[in-house]
């Protein structure tokens, strides 16, 4: 904004734009500069992708260790190079099923299923925060065979210690660090070199730069591919390039492992040859045609209520103040995934509008006198509305 005051151009000095930021340089709206050479010219690091569907369908579970990443970590850690390994999920088991029928054992203020926790012998909901004992029998059936799903951080950091007895492996997450002296700390001990292996969530995604990381390890790449929001191709390839850059070496020796079944996911590809042009032109006509920004702007309106009806109606109440001029703009109310959080249910109004900035400036200030009026009514003073633009 105060770049367009000023007529000055913004330099988006960052190689994983955003789909609508680099829309926006395209058109004219900032100014683009294309900064291909890396900082220091660090050469940008080989990307393999690991196959796990026959691996998984012999074990009939997710793959942790492949032998391929395995045999590169043997060779690394003999180089006395260091490996940085990324699981986007913490805990030890995100969730048991009951191996008989299904059950789940799920938050009693949320409706998400619990992780369970070995250092605390705790099942933990990641939402609201609440403990609950380990459950040893269904509480549908009475059955005690858990099968275990998928890992998280605490099960990697485990498994790679016993895989690799010799080296000094660390976990860096919500759990194990606590405040910014434990974040300084381990990062210390990595650039040092106590430590050959870091194991870690989002949080050791940024801004780190280790000089003796030879190999980074993705583990599940197809927990980052598949979401239902439309920023997830986005995303996971954010995501992805920004761990891969942890294996960026001014020697051009830095390698990525990338573990996944769904390797002919284009995304992947993209990642492969460090494409963010090749992403941005397989997702604008997808954009386009579902009419998702940078061709729209959407505004989610989330009511959250103790009392699922009184939500649901107050979306609705809402909806119809504005369906008179915004009608053919509004979806819902619907539920969302996850339709519980901290005791309170939650309904969502999703308002896809034109790039028309008088529309949408006209819209939000309907929003706001609709939210007014909805809030004067008894009834529906306790609901909260949450309103969002851009965000799914
Ligand atoms: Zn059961
Ligand atoms: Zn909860």
């Given at each position: 904004y105060y770049a367009s005051l000023h007529q000055a151009k913004v330099v988006l000095g960052s190689a994983t734009p955003s789909i609508e930021s680099y829309y926006n340089a395209l058109t004219g709206k900032y100014g683009l500069v294309t900064l291909s050479e890396r900082y220091a010219d660090v050469a940008l690091p080989a990307i393999e992708m690991v196959d796990t569907r026959m691996l998984a369908k012999e074990h009939k579970a997710k793959v942790l260790l492949s032998p391929a990443l395995h045999e590169a970590i043997t060779q690394t850690l003999a180089a006395h190079k260091q490996v940085i390994i990324f699981q986007n999920r913490r805990g030890y088991t995100p969730y048991q099923v009951c191996g008989v029928c299904g059950w789940v054992p799920q938050c009693r203020h949320c409706s998400v299923s619990l992780t369970y926790h070995k250092s605390t012998n705790k099942l933990s909901c990641h939402y609201c925060g609440t403990h609950y004992?380990?459950?040893?029998t269904c509480q549908a059936c009475g059955s005690s065979a858990f099968v275990e799903k998928n890992f998280g951080t605490e099960r990697v950091e485990e498994a790679f210690a016993e895989a690799f007895p010799h080296a000094k492996v660390a976990r860096m997450d919500y759990d194990s660090v606590k405040g910014k002296y434990d974040h300084d700390n381990l990062i210390q001990q990595f650039e040092q070199q106590k430590l050959d292996i870091l194991v870690g969530t989002q949080m050791l995604v940024k801004g780190l730069d280790f000089a003796h990381v030879q190999l980074v390890g993705v583990l599940d790449a197809d927990g980052l591919l598949h979401f239902s929001d439309f920023r997830v191709n986005e995303r996971a390839y954010q995501l992805l390039e920004q761990v891969s850059g942890r294996a960026?070496?001014?020697d051009g020796l830095g390698k990525v492992m990338i573990q996944v079944s769904d390797v002919q996911h284009p995304?992947?590809?993209?990642?492969?040859?460090h494409d963010f042009k090749a992403l941005y032109d397989f997702e604008l006509p997808n954009r386009q045609l579902f009419q998702y920004p940078?061709?729209?702007?959407?505004?989610k309106l989330t009511f959250r209520h103790k009392q699922s009806h009184i939500a649901e109606d107050a979306a609705h109440w809402v909806m119809k103040g504005l369906a008179a001029n915004y009608g053919t703009f509004i979806q819902g109310p619907a539920q969302p995934v996850i339709n519980r959080i901290r005791n309170e249910y939650l309904w969502e109004v999703l308002i896809k509008l034109p790039r028309n900035t008088k529309l949408i400036a006209q819209c939000k200030q309907a929003i706001r006198q609709q939210i007014q009026i909805l809030q004067s009514d008894k009834t529906y003073r306790s609901v909260h509305v949450i309103p969002d633009v851009d965000v799914i």
């Open positions: 004992p380990v459950v040893q960026g070496r001014k995304v992947l590809q993209f990642v492969r040859n940078p061709f729209s702007r959407v505004i």
